[in-house]
Nanobody
Framework: QVQLVESGGGLVQTGDFLTLSCAASGNTSVIVVIGWYRQAPGKQRELVASITSDGTTAYADSMKGRFIISKNTAKPRIYLHINSLKPEDTAVYYC??????????WGQGTQVTVSS
């Protein structure tokens, strides 16, 4: 079992910088990749970025440039750094872990609201 807990969301202003954190616990040694997803009101959940256990990162095309994913293996935590926030970034941001045992885990999400 893997548990994921997101934090760092809140109400921010357009143009602000924000860092979201995903704390992983449990059997983290089986995790192959962790991703950040987001779901805006009335829209489907979409991938923002992902990072593998060896540190390889990937970004959705529409997210390149303002989003940076990073990790602290010692803790372990996965971060999503968001630059120049826009109102359209308003969404619930979720952490997702996929394991080599073919299991998928989700966190409860953290709300990010960007005011114009």
């Amino acid at each position: 079992q893997v548990q994921l807990v997101e934090s760092g969301g809140g109400l921010v202003q357009t143009g602000d910088f924000l860092t979201l954190s995903c704390a992983a616990s449990g059997n983290t040694s089986v995790i192959v990749v962790i991703g950040w997803y987001r779901q805006a009101p009335g829209k489907q959940r979409e991938l923002v970025a992902s990072i593998t256990s060896d540190g390889t990162t990937a970004y959705a095309d529409s997210m390149k440039g303002r989003f940076i994913i990073s990790k602290n293996t010692a803790k372990p935590r996965i971060y999503l750094h968001i630059n120049s926030l826009k109102p359209e970034d308003t969404a619930v941001y979720y952490c997702n872990a996929q394991t080599y045992t073919h299991n998928t885990y989700w966190g409860q999400g953290t709300q990010v609201t960007v005011s114009s």
